[in-house]
Antibody, heavy 121, light 111 residues
C-alpha cells in the first residue's frame, strides 16, 4: 500500500547537523511533489520545504532557508532533508508528506508517521 | 502567530453540527488559493480530510464538508461523533510568503 516511513531523527546538540530520510512505497515517487512538515511539541503544523518530482524546483520556509536542504533520489524511492545549524526551536516531529495530484497546491494526501528531532545540549 | 486564523477549540454534543472557521487574507485564501483541511487524532500523524475546499478523499464520511468565500473558509462536521475528537488544521498557499501556510489548529471536543 502507499506508505511513507521517516528515519534519522534523534538527539543533536545546538549547531549540529542531522539528515532525515523518507522511504516511499506503493507509488512512483517521481510523479509527485514531496514536502517536509514539522510539529513542535504541543504546537501546530509548520511547512518547511518541498521539491518537484524531478528535483528541478525546491522551495523553503524562511525559518529554515539556508540551513535545510531538501533532496530526493527517485531511483531509491527516497526523500531527504539535510538539516544544519540546528537550534533548540527546531525540536519537533518531522513528517514526510506527499502532495496530491501531479503538481503542487492540491493538498497533502499521504503522511509518514513522523520522526522526532530533539536539539539540546 | 499563524497566517491562517482558527479558533483554538470548538465543542458539541453527539449528533450536533459544529463549524471551524479559517480566516486568511488577500495574499492567501483571498487571492484564490485553495484550502485543504487535515484531521489529527491524538498521538497520530495528520490525515487529509478535505482537499481543494470541499472535496473528500475516499473513505472520509460525508459528515465532513467545506466551503470557501472571500478571505475565509470553513469546515463543518454534522452528526458529531465521539471519534471526531481531534485537532483540525486548515492549509493554503501564501503568495507573499511564497509557501504553504497552516492555521493554528482547532481542537474539537465531543461533550
Amino acid at each position: 500500500q502507499v506508505q511513507l516511513v521517516e528515519s534519522g531523527g534523534g538527539l543533536v546538540k545546538p549547531g549540529g547537523s542531522l539528515r532525515l530520510s523518507c522511504a516511499a512505497s506503493g507509488f512512483r515517487l517521481s510523479d509527485y511533489y514531496m514536502t517536509w512538515i514539522r510539529q513542535a511539541p504541543g504546537k501546530g503544523l509548520e511547512w518547511l520545504c518541498n521539491i518537484s518530482g524531478g528535483s528541478s524546483w525546491t522551495n523553503y520556509a524562511d525559518s529554515v532557508k539556508g540551513r535545510f536542504t531538501i533532496s530526493r533520489d527517485n531511483g531509491k524511492n527516497s526523500l531527504y532533508v539535510q538539516m544544519n545549524s540546528l537550534r533548540a526551536e527546531d525540536t519537533a516531529v518531522y513528517y514526510c508528506v506527499r502532495e496530491a495530484g501531479s503538481g503542487p497546491l492540491k493538498g497533502m494526501d499521504v503522511w509518514g508517521q513522523g520522526t522526532t528531532v530533539t536539539v539540546s545540549s | 502567530q499563524s497566517v491562517l486564523t482558527q479558533p483554538p477549540s470548538v465543542s458539541g454534543a453527539p449528533g450536533q453540527r459544529v463549524t471551524i472557521s479559517c480566516t486568511g487574507s488577500s495574499s492567501n485564501i483571498g487571492a484564490g488559493y485553495d484550502v485543504h483541511w487535515y484531521q489529527q487524532l491524538p498521538g497520530r500523524a495528520p490525515k487529509l480530510l478535505l482537499y481543494i475546499n470541499n472535496n473528500r478523499p475516499s473513505g472520509v464520511p460525508d459528515r465532513f464538508s467545506g466551503s470557501k468565500s472571500g478571505t475565509s473558509a470553513s469546515l463543518a462536521i454534522t452528526g458529531l461523533q465521539a471519534e471526531d475528537e481531534a485537532d483540525y488544521y486548515c492549509q493554503s498557499y501564501d503568495r507573499s510568503l511564497s509557501g504553504y501556510v497552516f492555521g493554528g489548529g482547532t481542537t474539537v471536543t465531543v461533550l
